[in-house]
């Protein structure tokens, strides 16, 4: 009877100490997976019903009149800048260094965009001619009818308490060359530290080389940086930079500034 009495507490015992050590386990893994101060809430240009093609604030009648532009401008088809934009959110304090957060001296922000060169009327016109003559001015590869367009944008002074917005803009002439967007994705870094996972946008239906997106942005189960590797992926994409611009760097800079993250600037 004894003997069985002792049995029954050591079971107990250790049936207490796997609970405990589940319970820390657990608590350990929490900490390692909510080690991040950011995190991404929400990424707006691509997608459902996003309207990415906005009109720069001071383009009007009496602005073209004055720079002496023509109706003949619009048969470029250009109808305005696209715009896209990330909301994301700073905890009060730092989970791994267990210390409040007064500032963040500088945060990294990298914006990926994959662009359709088919949804261009001018690439469109020109992609038959290009194919027969084996490229473009402008345009080496008529294979390549899609568009990395990236960019890393340090911004400053980024305090917790408060929601923060941050936005970047293709131009008009751009947009009329490159087509339409299909995919967005935004990655933010502190100190080469990713924060949070990368957020990402895919328009509905969107393939390349006939293969649909999903599998291309998400790896090993989780969302990828999939601009690093998509080029040795297939021979349709051509990377292109010097387009992307942070809204400060637009006339969207006079709408609304006070609301977004200010940049560094070099």
Not at 4 to 20: F, I, Q, S, T
Not at 113 to 121: T, V
């Amino acid at each position: 009877m004894k003997s069985m009495m002792l049995l029954m507490v050591v079971a107990v015992l250790c049936a207490g100490e796997a609970m405990a050590q589940g319970r820390r386990g657990g608590a350990n893994a929490a900490g390692k997976g909510d080690g991040a101060m950011i995190q991404i809430r929400e990424i707006t240009g691509v997608g459902g019903d996003s309207d990415y093609t906005v009109v720069a604030p001071q383009i009007d009648e009496k602005f073209k009149k004055k720079i002496n532009h023509t109706d003949s401008y619009k048969k470029d088809n250009v109808k305005g800048w696209h715009y896209f934009e990330v909301a994301y959110q700073v905890k009060s304090g730092d989970p791994v260094a267990k210390k409040p957060i007064l500032v963040l001296p500088e945060v990294e922000i990298t914006y990926a965009l994959l662009y359709d060169m088919k949804k261009s009327k001018i690439a469109a016109s020109v992609a038959q001619n290009a194919k027969k003559a084996g490229g473009a001015i402008g345009w080496d590869d008529p294979k390549q009818l899609y568009s990395l367009i990236t960019e890393t944008f340090t911004y400053t002074s980024i305090t917790p308490g408060r929601e923060h917005y941050a936005a970047v803009c293709v131009p008009p002439s751009s947009v009329a060359v490159y087509g339409d967007p299909i995919l967005f994705s935004v990655q933010i870094k502190v100190n080469g530290v990713q924060q949070g996972e990368i957020k990402t946008e895919l328009a509905g239906g969107a393939k390349i080389d006939d293969k649909d997106l999903k599998g291309l942005v998400v790896e090993n189960g989780k969302p990828s940086a999939w601009w690093e590797r998509i080029e040795n992926l297939t021979q349709s994409v051509v990377k292109r930079e010097g387009i992307l611009r942070d809204r400060s760097a637009t006339p969207f800079v006079m709408a609304g500034d006070a609301f977004y993250d200010q940049v560094k600037t070099k």
